[in-house]
């Protein structure tokens, strides 16, 4: 939405180093994993190792055991939230965030309702909890079960709909680290051991995604979290927020005392999983991704993971293990300096020594080559 004041104006390359610094990018940050997860309102877990990377290129003195062993003791679990997607929350998210994105849920149950012609929604949750709640489950147990009820429905549909209408993790030993099993699932109440929260407002969640994505605009945190009509919450806060324009007049909004390092702030390369929510979590990704680098770095609707060089995407990375080696093959989009390449050997050698590149003792290697065509 454009700005309707003259806000001070924030160039593209600014915004980039303020939600570095938030995102904990721009030095690694001596924070508990723990605590990580919760500033940064979760991690994308769509696949098992990239929280495990995301938290390795972001703090100080990690290493996996950190984060799997707040899976094992609950303290952290694996459920859908925001866009639509797995991610890795505290505890204490799963039971309000989820809540609060319900409405997003709601939407996406729409778009399966003709494979549900039929179906009794509410009970389906009820069948469906009943038999999670009982023992854990995987998706196709809990689609067969449906079946039985339901025998014209369609399939996937009433898996979504489960998934939909119930706010269900994936237990253990899913998501640990070098130990993942496949999906099982029941309830976030059932696995934490204590009752979702009520749907809270959004005005308290605006503030913890401006602290860690700011600045930034409406349109920004509805992309970030699937929600719509978010304007006033952001009205109601605007009293205690600055605000801001981006060099293309949208106005954006902040915490009066987050970071807002100078733009020429220099940013150490960084490499990031796949789907890392510093590259979704914007309406506008040009901060940190430009239009070209975007289309190299996904293919249809699968994202590669991707390194940084002064702030941006500037190429893939991919790793590959074997029992006697593991290679880290960097593939950057343009030309590199001599100095660059030594400064992105050193942070893979840096992550790789976190214990998430490689297995303990195992040779590790950093090579470069170039993107396929």
């Known amino acids: ?211 860690a994505f700011g600045p930034a605009s409406v349109k920004d945190m509805q992309t970030w979290c699937g929600l719509t009509r978010l304007r006033d919450a952001f009205e109601r806060l605007r009293p205690r927020l600055l605000t801001f324009q981006d060099e293309h007049g949208t106005e954006l909004f902040d915490l009066p005392d987050a970071p807002r390092p100078d733009a020429d702030t220099p940013a150490p390369p960084r490499f990031l999983p796949e789907y890392d929510n510093l590259l979704l979590s914007h309406a506008d990704r040009g901060r940190v991704v430009s239009a070209e680098a975007r289309n190299r770095s996904w293919k249809v609707n699968i994202a590669f993971p991707v390194f940084l060089l002064d702030g941006l995407v500037a190429g893939l990375w991919r790793l590959e293990e074997t029992k006697e080696r593991a290679t880290m093959t960097i593939q950057p989009f343009g030309r590199t300096t001599k100095a660059q390449r030594a400064e992105l050997t050193e942070e893979a050698e840096r992550m790789a020594g976190t214990g998430v590149m490689a297995a303990e003792g195992v040779p590790f290697d950093v090579e470069f080559g170039v993107v396929d065509a």
Not at 28 to 57: C, E
Not at 165 to 171: H, N, R
Request: proline share 7%; net charge positive.
């Open 1 to 211: 939405m454009a700005s309707t004041t003259t806000n001070p104006v924030l160039s593209t390359r600014a915004l980039g180093r303020a939600t570095l610094a938030r995102q904990l990018l721009l030095e690694p940050a001596a924070m508990s994993a723990k605590d990580a997860v919760s500033h940064l309102l979760g991690l994308q877990a769509q696949n098992t190792r990239p929280p495990y990377h995301a938290l390795a290129a972001r703090l100080a003195g990690f290493r996996p055991a950190h984060l799997s062993d707040l899976m094992e003791s609950r303290e952290v679990a694996r459920i859908v939230t925001l866009r639509s997607t797995i991610h890795t929350h505290t505890a204490e998210d799963v039971l309000t965030l989820r809540p609060l994105v319900q409405a997003a849920r709601d939407r996406e149950l729409k778009m399966f309702r003709t494979g549900l012609d039929g179906v009794d929604l509410a009970r389906l949750a009820a069948l469906s909890r009943e038999l999670v709640e009982e023992e854990p489950r995987t998706p196709k147990e809990i689609r067969e079960a449906l079946l039985v009820h339901w025998p014209d429905a369609d399939p996937q549909s009433l898996s979504v709909a489960a998934r939909c209408l119930l706010p269900l993790v994936q237990v253990t030993p899913r998501g640990l680290w070098r130990r993942s099993g496949q999906v099982r699932l029941t309830t976030a109440e059932t696995w934490l051991g204590r009752a979702a929260e009520p749907a809270p407002a959004p005005d308290d969640t605006v503030l913890r995604y401006l602290a």
